[in-house]
């Protein structure tokens, strides 16, 4: 497990918002992986608008926004392929699989908010199917799974593995900046 899950998920419970810690890590992996790099005052707004919170955030909760949009970012870069989707470990496989669809939920919401600006036929067609799978799995229902599943949420926890740290390559500006692949 991720430091940063536990840390995120005790500031949830702290505001007692409905939100899970995989939601909120899928949302703040979904704008890094869109290539937006917001700073504390945007990355605030973000989060309290998906948190449906009106009040400004303290400098010690965006402390650990920031940590947590830091991580996602250093895991995705890592050329030892170090990025994980970050699920509830216990709670059974439904709860896996509920945490799986809440966590596409926040990604998607994620990428949408840092690609606002571009239209869905200029993405790449690998991208636009990666989007497309995304929707269809965090429409999953976690009470039609059978038991027994913990292999097909393994193929796909390690699909989207690999699908998000495609798509975060393809919009990460500062990689290609970085090696004058623009």
């Known amino acids: 497990m991720k430091p940063y899950w536990e840390e995120i998920g005790d500031w949830l419970a702290d505001r007692e918002v409905l939100a899970t810690p995989a939601e909120l890590i899928g949302l703040l992996t979904g704008v890094v992986a869109g290539g937006a790099r917001p700073g504390p005052k945007a990355l605030g707004r973000l989060v309290a608008a998906h948190l449906d919170q009106s009040e400004p955030f303290a400098a010690e909760d965006m402390a650990i926004l920031l940590n947590c949009q830091q991580a996602l970012l250093a895991d995705l870069s890592d050329e030892a392929f170090n990025f994980d989707l970050v699920l509830a470990e216990d709670g059974g496989i439904r709860a896996q699989i509920d945490d799986l669809a809440a966590w596409c939920q926040g990604f998607l919401t994620g990428i949408g908010t840092a690609l606002k600006a ?44 690999v699908a998000v740290v495609m798509v975060f390559e393809e919009f990460d500006t500062e990689r290609m900046e970085s090696t004058g692949n623009e």
Do not use: C, K
């Open 118 to 161: 571009v239209s869905e036929q200029s993405l790449p067609e690998t991208v636009r199917e990666v989007l497309a799978d995304l929707v269809d799995i965090a429409q999953i229902d976690p009470d039609a799974v059978e038991e027994g599943a913990e292999f097909d949420l393994m193929q796909i926890t390690e699909y989207l593995r």
